[in-house]
Structures are given as C-alpha cells and as structure tokens.
C-alpha cells in the first residue's frame, strides 16, 4: 500500500520527545482557516510554483501541453486548474521555483529513511513521530509504519486534530507510545466556521484514547480574533482538570507560514493577527495563576 507523503523530516525536534523523524502525510478531512501547511489538505499531489525563484525563462511554458504557464506583463502565471500532474515543466525549470507536492511511498521506503537515525533515537529518547494532514486517515500506512517501528524498539507518535474514526484509531493504538493532540476549537459554531469539522467526532478520539490509557499531549493553536478568549481558555482549563494523566499542554502561538505555502499552491489561505510576547505571556499567566503549572508555550 502507498500514500502520498510530503516530507520525511530528519533530527526534528518539535515533534515530540528527543530527535525525531517526521513524517508529512498528505491529505486532511478539516479546512482550518489559519492552516499553516496548506499543501497538506488534499489527498493528491499538487503543483507548487514559489514566485521569489522564479527568473522567467519561460522553460515551464514551452514544454507544457496544457497551458498552465503564461507570462503577462513579465509576470509568470499559473492557471493550477490546467495541470495534469505530468511534471514535465518541474524538470524543466533551472532555477526550482516549481515542484511537485507528494511523493507516493510505501511503508517500507519511509522505514528505511526512519531506520537511518536509529542510533539518535536511542541516546536522546527520540523516534518517529507521523504528521500530516491528518494522520489518521491513512490508517492502514500508518498501522504498517508503526509495527516496523515497534519491531526495532524505535518510539513512536502520532500528531492528529482527532477527526477520524475511532474504529480505525483502534488498529494502531497498541503501536503508539504518545499522541500529539491539537485542541483548536471549544464550541461546535467555531468548529464548524474555523475548521469545517465537528466537535464531537474529535472528542470521541480524544476520549478513546484517553481511556487507553495512552500518553497524550494536548497541544492547542492560539489565533488572535478566533480563539483567544476567556471561552476556549476555560475550556483548556476543563480538560486539564478533567484529565490529569495528560503529560503536557502546550499553547502553539499563531504563525502565518501557511499563507506564502498556500499561495504556492494557487489557495488562499487566511491571515490572522500576530500574537505580541505580553499577548504570550498573560496565556501563561492565567493559566499558572489558576494552578496549571504543565501548561507551556510550545
């Protein structure tokens, strides 16, 4: 079986524990609005065209058959509607200012990339951590994945939104040391506006995994104008309070990297205030104040 990855990132280190590989799987059932890997949405691979490489030599548009590039004005468009895939004008393009987002992998291809840093792994407490999109929705890769890993007593975690199935989550629960878990909306309007999904499928993957007595780290987005409100922090509170097992929180204060990658792809991506170091750092404050002292910024 295949799926189509984006990345496999080597000597991570803000993907769990020690130094990790992880794995970018492509394709996520949410549309969040501040998604900062917008080329991770879809489930097939797409064409990226990164402006500021471009030296308009128009290589790209002499070999396409679809006229997907065009040149106006000295300026390179890209009509993404038109493409095929075929990735004829990425080999032509000297200056790489075009790639092809996706490469279909087997397990096994991407286990022998993990394998690589296995001694890494075992001095910092590291190990393969599978990301996306949304992880879970490729459950039988990763289920493969995960038991080749376990066969080489290689840690291993997941990063998911918890909108899956939790049948499917339950075929790869025995081969998953630690769940990264993002929390980024407390009521079903915002979740429905901010991320097009539904609260209650994510808490249900929450809870199977809880009650599995599974490590879980909560981690939680905090965009200025959506979330950061007396509302969604109380809700933070809540599930702390409510679920003391949970080895960590971490806030993941707004960045806006999703909207040049989103560009890059042809899809807007929406932009959100910046959050200031006072902003940050009153999040912690409440948060310490009301006696959560796991709480972090990540």
């Not at 080597?10 to 549309?31: A, E, N, Y």
């Not at 994945?145 to 909108?163: V, Y």
């Not at 499917?168 to 878990?181: E, G, H, M, S």
């Not at 409100?229 to 806030?251: M, S």
Request: aromatic letters at 10%; proline letters at 4%; hydrophobic letters at 35%.
């Amino acid at each position: 079986m295949k799926s189509y990855v984006i990345d496999v990132q080597r000597c991570s280190i803000h993907d769990g524990p020690g130094i990790r590989t992880t794995v970018f799987l492509k394709g996520c059932p949410l549309r969040c609005k501040w998604c900062h890997n917008p080329e991770s949405q879809s489930y097939k691979r797409q064409l990226s065209y990164n402006q500021s490489l471009c030296i308009s030599c128009r290589a790209c548009e002499e070999v396409c058959s679809q006229n997907v590039h065009s040149f106006v004005d000295g300026l390179h468009r890209v009509d993404y509607s038109k493409c095929t895939l075929c990735g004829k004008c990425v080999e032509a393009c000297p200056s790489k200012a075009l790639s092809m987002i996706g490469r279909e992998m087997t397990p096994q291809e991407v286990f022998a990339i993990v394998k690589k840093d296995e001694i890494f792994y075992a001095q910092g407490g590291g190990g393969v951590t599978i990301s996306g999109g949304e992880a879970l929705t490729h459950i039988d890769f990763c289920l493969e994945l995960l038991q080749l890993c376990k066969e080489s007593h290689i840690h291993t975690c997941i990063e998911t939104s918890g909108f899956a199935q939790v049948n499917q989550l339950r075929k790869v629960l025995p081969y998953v040391d630690l769940f990264l878990y993002d929390f980024k909306i407390s009521n079903e309007p915002d979740a429905l506006q901010f991320i097009g999904g539904t609260l209650s499928v994510i808490n249900r993957t929450f809870n199977e995994i809880y009650t599995n007595e599974k490590a879980m780290i909560l981690r939680c987005p905090i965009i200025p104008g959506v979330n950061e409100t007396d509302e969604h922090f109380q809700a933070i509170e809540k599930i702390v309070a409510a679920y003391p097992d949970l080895i960590g929180v971490e806030l993941l204060p707004y960045h806006n990297f999703g909207v040049v990658k989103g560009a890059n792809i042809g899809c807007k991506t929406e932009e959100f205030d910046f959050p200031t170091e006072e902003q940050k750092q009153e999040w912690i404050q409440y948060f310490h104040q009301h006696g959560y002292d796991k709480v972090k910024l990540a």
